[in-house]
C-alpha cells in the first residue's frame, strides 16, 4: 500500500520519512483528490501530531514527507511488555491522554484519522505523537474518486486496520465521522491497559470485523479490576457497537481532558457522549450489521493499510 523511506533533508540535513503510496494504488487514484485532502491534514498543527512537511507527485506517485521521530512505535512497545504483564496504568494512561488530544483537535477542524492503530503512534521521549492522520481517507476519497472505489473487500486494504475498526467502518458506513476514531481509541485504550486485544484470539480480518460487529469484548473490569470503575465506563462507552440515533454533542467537544499521569487524576471524560449506546445494538444497527456480514461471507477480505 506504502513504502516509508528514511531519507536526509540535504538543504538543513536532517532525517525525514518519505511516504510513497504503491503505485498500482496511485494508479487507482485521483491525484488531485489525494492532494486535496493531504492539505488539509498538512494543517494540523500539534504537539502530538506528526505533522506533514511536504508533499508532492513524482513519476505519477504520490508522496510525502514528514519528520523522523526517533523512538520506537507503540506496537513496539506493546511487544517489549512481559508476557503476562501489562503495561503500568501511569504510562497506558499518558499514551492514550496524548493520542486523545491529537483527536480532539484533528476532530475541531473536521479531519478524522480512521486508522488509530498501536503502529501510527510513535513513542518520542514521555510524548505519544500520532502519524498518517487522514492519510487512510485521502486515500479511500481519491480512490473512489478515481474510479476504484473501495468496496467491502477492500476494507481490510483501504478504509482502516480490522483490529482497529469500528462497526459502522467495518459495515461500510461511507458517511464515517469522528466517532470511528473514539472507537478506534477504545480499542486501543482496551488493549493497552487489560494487556490484550478486545477480541484477543481472532485473527482474520474477518473475523475480526464480525467481532467488531456483533461481539461483546469481555469486560475491562474483569481483565484488570484495579482500574478506577469511571474509566472502565468510559473505555466500554467508547467501543459501544450503536451510534446514538439522535445527533449527540460531538466526542471531540469533550475530548479536551487535561493530561492524565496516573490514574488520581478525573478519568479522561471525553468522547463518549457519542458512543454511548453499548449492548443491545438498536434494531436499525443490527439490519445493517446482518446486511454487511451477509456481505462479508460472499467475500474474502485483505490486511490492512496505511
Ligand atoms: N515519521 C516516522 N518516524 C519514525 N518512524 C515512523 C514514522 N512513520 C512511521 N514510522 C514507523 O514505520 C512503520 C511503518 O509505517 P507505515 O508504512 O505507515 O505502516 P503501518 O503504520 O501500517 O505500520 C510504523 O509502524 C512506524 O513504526
Ligand atoms: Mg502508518
Sequence with gaps: ?????????????????VKVLAPDLAQELSLERFTREIRVSARLQHP???PILTAGVAGGVPYYTMPYVEGESLRGRLKRVPSKERMPVGEALGILSDVARALAYAHERGVIHRDVKPENVLLSRDTAVVTDFGIAKAIDGA???GGGGATLTQL????????????????????????????????????????????????????L???????????LDQARPSLAPGLTMLITRCLA??????????????IRSPRLPHQARPPLNM???????????????????RAATRRMSRSATGSRTS
Design 1 to 17: 500500500m506504502a513504502r516509508l523511506f528514511l531519507a536526509e533533508e540535504t538543504a538543513l540535513g536532517r532525517p525525514v520519512v
Design 48 to 50: 502530538n501530531i506528526v
Design 143 to 145: 480512490r473512489a474518486a
Design 156 to 207: 481490510g486494504s483501504t478504509v482502516g486496520t480490522p483490529a482497529y475498526m469500528a462497526p459502522e467502518q467495518a459495515s461500510g458506513d461511507p458517511a464515517l465521522d469522528q466517532r470511528a476514531d473514539v472507537y478506534a481509541w477504545g480499542v486501543l485504550a482496551y488493549e493497552l491497559l487489560a494487556g490484550e486485544h478486545p477480541f484477543a484470539g481472532k485473527h482474520s480480518p474477518r473475523e
Design 209 to 219: 470485523i464480525t467481532a467488531h460487529l456483533v461481539e461483546a469484548p469481555p469486560p
Design 241 to 254: 457497537k450503536d451510534l446514538p440515533n439522535a445527533q449527540a454533542a460531538l466526542a471531540s467537544s469533550s
Design 271 to 289: 468522547f463518549v457522549q457519542r458512543r454511548n449506546h453499548g449492548f443491545p445494538p438498536s434494531p436499525s444497527f443490527r439490519s445493517r450489521t
